[in-house]
């Protein structure tokens, strides 16, 4: 699948990045995936609680051909598939981090702020 180039598109950076990690699972996936060297399918969908096996399935290969996301698969009975960020995906951990440490801020906030009512 071919990569989305954005030479060619007016607007933000912001919108590039936005448009590679939008929705609910698709950073968390780079999260986890940051975590790990590598993490299979299953695991995977054991860390996102929530997530369906259809949904998961989209978001990964959307994180694929975005070319964020490499696939691996092992010529076992039952075939063993193991994803691993690429170079490019990990050059996302600043972003990742940032938003992961803005969250958390956020929540510890929203803990103070129940506390005093």
């Known amino acids: 699948m071919k990569h989305k180039h954005y030479q060619d598109i007016p607007g933000c950076p912001v ?3 936005l448009d590679l990690i939008d929705g609910r699972w698709k950073g968390v996936v780079l999260h986890q995936l940051l975590a790990n060297e590598f993490l299979r ?5 054991r860390r996102l609680p929530g997530i369906s096996q259809r949904l998961l399935t989209k978001q990964l290969r959307d994180l694929e051909a975005a070319g964020l996301v490499a ?6 009975v039952p075939p063993r598939v193991e994803y691993r960020l690429t170079d490019e995906g990990q050059s996302l951990q600043p972003v990742i981090e940032a938003l992961s440490a803005w969250g958390r801020g956020r929540i510890s906030r929203q803990q ?6």
């Open 15 to 17: 919108e590039v990045t």
């Open 71 to 76: 696939r691996t698969v092992y010529a076992e």
């Open 112 to 117: 103070q702020e129940s506390a005093l009512t």
């Open 41 to 45: 399918f299953n695991e995977l969908q």
